[in-house]
């Protein structure tokens, strides 16, 4: 319902006049509050079309706040990290130094499996760094330590029946080393004139072969004309067959030898299709035989599947067949010369070689080690090359060989992951007694690592928002391979002298094994591996750096902005406020008069 006023005639000057008086009034009100303030209005509304533009740039502002806050967070979280890799770096390369300084004997074995615990304490407890109660290395899982204790890792937790890492170097070296003979699993016989040497001819299969032992580098060698070296088996590698084709989503680990004798190990997962570029997918197969051919494929020509695990549900596993042994016949014809040799080099699974040489000598030498007695006859000869031949690759497995179980064992056991199916590789036997890994979990070895490992890069596992459109990853995780050479490098020289006390201080062995983990620390120490984590972090300070100088200009010119819109002129407002006082004295003045104006008055 609209009401309309009254109406007198001559009131519209009178509330004109009064109108004009209020308005004066507000104005004085409003100017008052700016001398006060500094602030042009009060509200978003009292801004006019100023206010889109303060709207704006608050909640830039706010953002921006909020952007340095977690940047200046992530700088400690970097800063911590990036000193943990230089830490690790720091402990690798003392220990690289002691052991190239110190390659003397027994006194010296003991003194850098001191050192290398130490380095490994050390080592450990760096990737266990926090920052703000989370911790650093455990990739998504960050309220618990990421990497347990040296003697864990070290000695197991049999409360649990849980073994650790000198359990899995006593299987190794037995494994390698081979019974009754300890002669690296190669078979050498004698009858009469002839000796034969073989690679291991009790595995029918060839898969205790593609793990364990000495392989022949190449056919053994005689010089002079009366030693004569024949071929009697071609060595073939043994072939993979899996029971069923995997499915996508599942994950196997592989392990295979290369052409030069190393083994590599990939972890695998089934995808549809196969992303471009991707290095841990398996293709999607339609049958068994398909899916074997494309494992096979993966050792490159003249390699090998060397072992299969999987936690795969029905059970994904790999039968081996098809390889045959390398084997020659060493023959005396006649009386060797004196300065005649036999050589025999040999393969190990690190990818290394070693080689077995042998001099003849003349009575009344006796078979020191590195020569061969020339006996009464050629069969004499024979059973005395025999002889020494059996001591020289005892020795020979003694020390380079069992040198390299050690740093195998401490690799496989730091591959080791939470993830189901990717735990370190144990020693069983197959249905022949022949030495074989097991290809299903077997939940009976401590795994060092108890962070995070779904896969995908370990920076991305966290990440923090510097920008309206940029998050800066920022995680890590301990088990990145170039952590895993270190530690390993670390570990295989401080747990020699506890699973092998008494071999551990010879010098052949420890000559041995100190080069070994000398060049695993090293290839940790080269990139890719920690430099290049080290380079993240370094990059990852870099960025938040110039994010927070970019965010600080950014709110410098804002606030520019808003002073224009948002701040009032103290000068114009003090000289607006002074015009309005006297025009409202005047208004007021004015408007006394008139309301004291009668007929009386104005005759």
């Not at 599942?250 to 991707?278: C, H, I, M, Y």
């Not at 398996?282 to 090998?304: D, K, R, V, W, Y």
């Not at 990853?473 to 170039?482: F, H, I, K, L, T």
């Not at 270190?486 to 010879?506: C, F, I, R, S, Y």
Request: without cysteine; neutral net charge; aromatic residues 4%.
């Amino acid at each position: 319902m609209t009401t309309i006023s009254s109406f007198a005639a001559g009131s519209y000057v009178t509330n004109r006049n009064t109108q004009g008086i209020l308005n004066l009034k507000s104005q004085l009100d409003t100017l008052s509050t700016q001398l006060s303030t500094g602030r042009t209005a009060e509200t978003y509304g009292g801004l006019g079309s100023g206010r889109v533009t303060s709207l704006g740039a608050h909640a830039t502002l706010s953002a921006l706040d909020g952007y340095d806050a977690a940047i200046d967070s992530a700088k400690t979280r970097v800063a911590l990290a990036s000193a943990s890799v230089s830490q690790v770096i720091k402990l690798s390369t003392t220990l690289t130094t002691g052991l190239s300084n110190n390659i003397l004997g027994a006194a010296s074995a003991t003194t850098n499996a001191q050192l290398a615990r130490t380095s490994l304490d050390g080592a450990l407890d760096a990737l266990n760094q926090q920052s703000a109660g989370q911790y650093l290395f455990g990739g998504r899982i960050t309220d618990a330590p990421p990497v347990l204790s040296s003697d864990v890792i070290l000695k197991g937790d049999p409360a649990n029946g849980l073994a650790g890492l000198t359990t899995l170097v006593q299987e190794q070296k037995a494994a390698d080393l081979g019974a009754p003979d300890k002669t690296g699993r190669l078979k050498l016989t004698a009858t009469g004139t002839t000796l034969n040497l073989s690679e291991d001819p009790a595995d029918t299969t060839g898969e205790s072969r593609a793990n364990f032992g000495f392989r022949f580098a190449k056919a053994p060698v005689a010089t002079g004309t009366a030693i004569s070296v024949t071929p009697t088996s071609t060595a073939a590698p043994t072939q993979a067959t899996l029971n069923r084709a995997p499915q996508v989503g599942e994950s196997f680990r592989v392990v295979v030898n290369l052409a030069d004798g190393s083994q590599k190990t990939l972890d695998l997962t089934v995808r549809d299709p196969v992303p471009a570029g991707s290095t841990d997918s398996f293709g999607l197969f339609g049958s068994a035989a398909a899916a074997s051919t494309a494992l096979q494929a993966l050792a490159g020509p003249n390699g090998e599947v060397a072992s299969f695990q999987s936690a795969a549900t029905p059970a994904l596993t790999a039968s081996f067949g098809g390889g045959s042994p390398g084997a020659y016949g060493i023959a005396v014809t006649a009386q060797p010369n004196p300065g005649d040799t036999v050589t025999v080099s040999l393969k190990l699974h690190d990818g290394t070689t070693t080689t077995v040489s042998l001099t003849a000598k003349a009575p009344p030498a006796t078979g020191t080690p590195g020569e061969f007695v020339i006996g009464a006859d050629p069969t004499a000869t024979a059973q005395n090359l025999n002889t020494s031949l059996k001591t020289a690759l005892q020795n020979a497995a003694a020390g380079p060989l069992s040198a390299s179980s050690t740093t195998r064992a401490a690799k496989d056991f730091f591959a080791g992951s939470p993830v189901a199916g990717f735990e370190p590789r144990r020693i069983t036997t197959d249905g022949a007694g022949n030495p074989v890994y097991g290809q299903s979990p077997q939940n009976k070895t401590v795994i060092w690592y108890q962070g995070e490992d779904s896969g995908g890069a370990a920076r991305d596992t966290a990440s923090v928002r510097i920008g309206a459109n940029r998050d800066l990853p920022v995680g890590g995780r301990a088990n990145e391979p170039a952590f895993q050479e270190a530690l390993a490098g670390m570990a295989a020289l401080a747990v020699e002298v506890l699973a092998d006390p008494a071999g551990a201080v010879t010098n052949d062995r420890f000559q041995a094994l100190a080069s070994r983990t000398s060049q695993i620390l090293t290839n940790a120490k080269t990139s890719p591996g920690l430099p290049e984590i080290a380079s993240d972090y370094s990059l990852a300070s870099a960025t938040l750096t110039s994010a927070a100088d970019t965010n600080r200009t950014t709110r410098a010119t804002l606030q520019d902005s808003l002073e224009g819109v948002e701040s009032a002129s103290m000068e114009d407002v003090a000289a607006k406020l002074l015009a309005v006082q006297n025009r409202l004295q005047a208004s007021y003045q004015v408007t006394s008069m008139i309301s004291k104006l009668s007929l009386v008055n104005y005759l």
